[in-house]
């Protein structure tokens, strides 16, 4: 039975959608799996302990943590892996052996949405551990989660996005006048707004005019030193395909269409309720699988899905967001999310592959990719600055 660290929270806006999304992957973890949570609250300390493996404790943060123990990541470079130690004397939950006992885990799966876990910062930490963890590595991270940066390397790879305007909160604070009247060159109103490193619809608005864009503006940076300014498409509907593999070996999965129309907001993704009014994450918002598209259309959209996944290097499971004309049989790539809000596991179940095997196949993607980092040569003998340097153990 291996250990498997599903450390999710952290200090980011998608907080809650990362908690939802971690729940439903610890609860269909094979058995051959030992789960173990690791929560990063919105302050940035680690936590773990049985009582993070109940949902509804997660309405009173405060006291839910207070019954857990209070942790660091730990790395020693005399033993690859990661450890989670004790940051406090206190003895409780998990940690009943003794203060200075620590759980070594043998695989992480981040769970993390957005900032400090999407973005690849928690992937630079696990690499340092030498731990092997699921998903993308850090540069895909960091592109994909990178909405301007993501669009370049999309668009170098053939594929159809959006045109769009940059504006850096820098530039925004000395001349904004001067960043609108950029930003209004692109098309006429409507013009949609967004922050260039967010998920989950939060930090976008829609501009009808400059007075709403001017505000529109303001909002988004607040979320993120960068905005992203494009045009209104119309006649379009939003098409999902998720991607899971590693490689020449991704798949594409079905793919599904949302059935609310305009503007998705952070409740109609996320706060839709399951039969028992429990949050159903992603599998809970209204949604048509397979999306009602033509065949040829379907396939070609597949086709660009594992194309971006290609593009930006991406790994593990990733979804990628399309605009889509079904009547001109036309699209756009719209953008990668590396770490999709419940794992996108609702569109790989109608063909057969449920959220425990999807679960296994990450674990085993991330394992191999592991051994083959293992493989490179990371330290040179030679020590260029004169003499035998330091002895050093491996």
Known sequence: MSTVAAIFGSRSVEHEVSVITAHQ?????????RAVPVYIAKDGRWYTGDALLHLDGFADADSLVASCTMITPVIDPSRPGLALAPAATARRGLFNRGVGDAIDVEVAMPLVHGSFGEDGSLQGLLEMAGIPYTGSGVAASAVAMDKSLAK????????PVLDDVVIERAAWRRDPDHELVAAEALAPYPLFVKPAG??????????????????????????DHRCLVEAEQEGIVEINCAVLGDGADARASLLEQPTRRGLLSYDDKYRATG??????????????IPAPLSDALASRISAAALAAFAAVGASGVARVDFLVDAAAEHFVVNELNPIPG????????????????LLDELIEIAQRRHAQRAASTMVFDRWMLGGGGAKTSR
């Open 25 to 33: 992957a610890m609860a269909a973890l094979s058995p051959r799996h």
């Open 152 to 159: 370049t390397l999309i668009r170098a790879a053939g594929l």
């Open 198 to 223: 967010l998920g989950s619809s939060i930090g976008v608005s829609r501009a009808g005019d400059a007075g709403v864009l001017r505000e529109a503006v303001e909002v988004a940076l607040t979320y």
């Open 275 to 288: 039969a028992k009014g429990s949050s159903a994450g992603m599998k809970g918002a209204q949604r048509i």
């Open 342 to 357: 419940s794992l996108s596991f609702y569109l790989f179940e109608p063909a057969g592959v449920s959220f425990t095997a």
